[in-house]
């Protein structure tokens, strides 16, 4: 089954934040990568007020994934999406609109807590309304997501050689019609609410010992999934030169891109009817072994050209590295985001997702300032530290979890939920009238 085949399968809420996620990351995109150039130069703001406002933004949306989560369980996941995608339009318009310091920290914070608000809860509502087909519709997630992400910085380009300002309403206008979209098309849900408290809730997930193992063994997916942007680029640039530095980076997303339309729904398909323990760990020994490529084809490919090499032999291999990390990325996230909500149950499913994204939201930035060091210290992106630092992240994360696939404490999709709904839970009508798609 291809893509748009697959892709029509789902019930209309599914398809509607799968076309959320394909037009959000392309709003984002557009705007985030020519950001810091607009603070420094548009603005003249210092380096590191530049730095203070851009780690504002990360902060506010990976240290509140937690809160997002657990607002998506309390208030219901549409109302979360909505409300989040509001937020983030007028984040952006502010963008658009501010010359000041106070302006563009408020903007960070309003962008960075939108993407903690809507990104549980959107994962919480797919996964609940895909069921059983969970995976597929994760996979389809990530097709779409970098199908977005490949197309803003392309967007992008254009509108900022008109001006930053363009660019910032362009990408406000985009999550203003989502916002319109959801609000209208989007599907109500009743919102299973159980009798615990808010602090309650995060206690269950914080002592729940099994989902605990589970989201400390997986951090590493999404800090590796994210090097693309770091020691990946980097080492793409070097291998360039100055000259080719950007068509190099550009040859590198594409690259994932491509592997990604091709191979997301055969390896998802191929995969789906097998333990997902083994399945992750082979992801993720994949993913690790994606940065040792790099390396090993530098020394090779210096010690037979005399240290001389043509552009495109050069980057070759961090494209290759590139479409090997997909591969892993592809193999281990639609069965991680399947698996959360087995652990969680129905009623604190946001909640559950939120802590998972949280724990690795800390650890990328623990392992990328890491590598970062690393590059600093050891000889530069083409070095081996930076290179065996995401290796070793690859591989015991794939030990790890073969470790938790052997005791059994990872539920498997046809396993009843691990964590039960409290019984006295109530359903509380949402704000639309779709009450005949509810379950």
């Not at 977005?148 to 362009?170: E, Y």
Request: with cysteine; glycine share 10%; proline share 5%.
């Amino acid at each position: 089954m291809n893509t748009l085949a697959l892709f029509r399968t789902f019930p209309l809420s599914v398809r509607l934040l799968l076309v959320n996620q394909l037009a959000g990351n392309t709003g984002f995109y557009l705007l985030i990568p020519f950001l810091a150039d607009y603070l420094l130069h548009d603005l003249a703001l210092s380096a590191a007020t530049v730095g203070v406002v851009l780690g504002v933004r990360n902060l506010s949306q990976q240290g509140l994934f937690l809160v997002g989560g657990s607002a998506a369980d309390r208030l219901g996941a549409r109302r979360v999406i909505i409300i989040g995608a509001a937020i983030r339009a007028a984040g952006f318009g502010l963008f658009a609109v501010g010359g000041s310091v106070a302006v563009v920290l408020i903007a960070s914070v309003l962008t960075g807590f939108a993407g903690a608000l809507f990104n549980p809860a959107v994962r919480s509502y797919i996964a609940l309304d895909s069921d059983d087909r969970a995976a597929d519709a994760f996979a389809l997630f990530n097709i779409f997501g970098n199908i977005g992400s490949a197309l803003g910085p392309i967007v992008g380009t254009v509108l900022v050689s008109v001006g930053f300002r363009l660019s910032a309403v362009v990408a406000a206008a985009i999550f203003l019609c989502l916002t319109v979209a959801q609000l209208l098309l989007l599907p109500d849900r009743p919102v299973a609410r159980g009798a615990t408290t808010v602090r309650g809730d995060i206690r269950t997930v914080l002592t729940h010992r099994a989902f605990r193992s589970f989201a400390i063994a997986l951090m590493g997916m999404f800090a590796l999934q994210s090097q693309i942007y770091f020691i990946l680029t980097l080492q793409a640039q070097r291998a360039a030169g100055d000259d080719g530095a950007a068509i190099a980076v550009a040859a590198l997303f594409l690259t994932e891109t491509i592997t990604i339309l091709l191979l997301q729904v055969r390896i998802t398909r191929a995969l789906g009817t097998r333990a997902r323990g083994p399945a992750m760990a082979l992801g993720m020994t994949t993913m690790g072994a994606a940065f040792l490529v790099p390396p090993i084809a530098a020394r090779l490919l210096e010690s037979r050209s005399g240290g001389t090499l043509p552009t495109v032999a050069a980057v070759a291999p961090v494209a290759v590295a590139a479409a090997i990390l997909a591969v892993g990325v592809m193999t281990v996230q639609p069965f991680v985001n399947e698996l959360i909500p087995r652990f969680s149950g129905r009623t604190l499913t946001g909640t559950y997702y939120g802590a998972f994204y949280l724990v690795a939201g800390v650890f990328t930035v623990t392992l990328t300032s890491t590598v970062g060091a690393a590059v600093d210290r050891f000889g530069g992106p083409l070095a081996w530290w930076p290179a065996l630092l995401c290796a070793a992240t690859g591989f015991l994360s794939a030990a790890a979890v073969t470790v938790l696939h052997r005791r059994g404490t990872l539920p498997e999709p046809d396993s009843p939920p691990d964590a039960r709904p409290d019984p006295h839970t109530v359903l509380v009508k949402g704000d639309s009238d779709h009450d005949t798609d509810r379950r």
